[in-house]
């Protein structure tokens, strides 16, 4: 593997101990092998420490105390020695081709500074698809308008970008405690084409100890990132119309994340910003609908 190629893999880990031997190995199981692995113990309390330890030298183990995951990520991404970065959280599982499918993808023009994928749900997906890409689609190209309208479609444990471009950017924000991977591909796609990989290439487990599983957690989290995009020099020359569709959206988005998770109080709250925000798109209606069946 050439430098130019070459990849580091960042997995950051707390209290991991149930899933992260199965990540792990299925990032040693890829039909391109990466440079190396970092794994950022995040201070965890469970037995993720000894299995950590019995990969020997195969793997790079940095310890620190309990931070966020945005902490963990950029400290592996401050130690890393590849041109390309590739991060995957301790739960989820990389499919045997998907770093060859991805240098595939940025081979192919090189104005691509971040490749992601496609991916399997698994564990407790309650109502959402096996395949992610059937309800929610893939954009590629300028995605900078689709990131801020329509919120984040993707996978962080799909990503593969560019190093140079990561530390251009300061990498993830640690001032957020959810959504910071959303904030990082906003902030890529200002200036850089991002592309996808159709083909689902990652297992994205969902339990109930997800950060994302907390309603008001993430509309705290959603509403902080697009505060800190419309301060991007690019959103600063787009129309009031479009600042307050992206307000709506994001409002809508809150109120059906709250109402699939029995928020109901929240979910109106945010469908109420929606309102004000932007009345005219036919997706708040229909979701207001749905919340008023929803029998949970």
């Not at 950590?52 to 401050?78: F, K, T």
Request: hydrophobic share 45%; net charge neutral.
């Amino acid at each position: 593997m050439n430098n130019s190629t070459a990849i580091s893999v960042i997995i950051p880990a707390f209290n991991a101990a149930t899933f992260v031997r199965e990540t792990i190995d299925s990032v040693f199981g890829q039909s391109v092998q990466p440079q190396e692995i970092i794994v950022v113990d995040d201070g965890s309390t469970d037995g993720t420490a000894a299995i950590l330890e019995s990969y020997g030298d195969r793997i790079r183990v940095l310890s620190g105390r309990r931070g966020s995951a945005a902490v963990a990520r950029n400290a592996g991404a401050r130690v890393a020695a590849a041109s390309w970065l590739a991060f995957v959280d301790a739960d989820d599982l990389w499919l045997p081709d998907k770093l060859e499918h991805q240098l595939a993808v940025a081979a192919a023009d090189e104005r691509v500074a971040l490749v992601y994928t496609d991916r399997y749900n698994i564990g407790t997906r309650g109502d959402l698809p096996e395949i992610q890409g059937s309800i929610q689609p893939l954009y590629g190209g300028d995605v900078f308008l689709d990131l801020l309208m329509l919120g984040n479609h993707i996978t962080l444990s799909s990503v593969l970008v560019r190093a140079d471009v990561f530390f251009e950017l300061g990498g993830f924000s640690e001032s957020l405690r959810n959504a910071e991977d959303w904030d990082l591909w906003i902030r890529v796609a200002e200036r850089h084409h991002i592309v996808p990989c159709l083909e689902p290439l990652v297992r994205y487990r969902l339990h109930s100890g997800m950060k994302s599983s907390n309603p008001r957690h993430m509309q705290v989290a959603r509403r902080a990132v697009i505060k800190r995009a419309l301060a991007l020099p690019r959103s600063r020359q787009l129309p009031a119309t479009t600042i307050r569709r992206i307000e709506g959206a994001t409002a809508l988005t809150n109120a059906s994340d709250a109402a699939r998770r029995g928020a109901r109080g929240l979910a109106w709250q945010e469908l109420a910003r929606s309102v004000a925000a932007w009345p005219f798109d036919p997706d708040l209606y229909k979701e207001t609908l749905r919340i008023l069946l929803r029998r949970r």
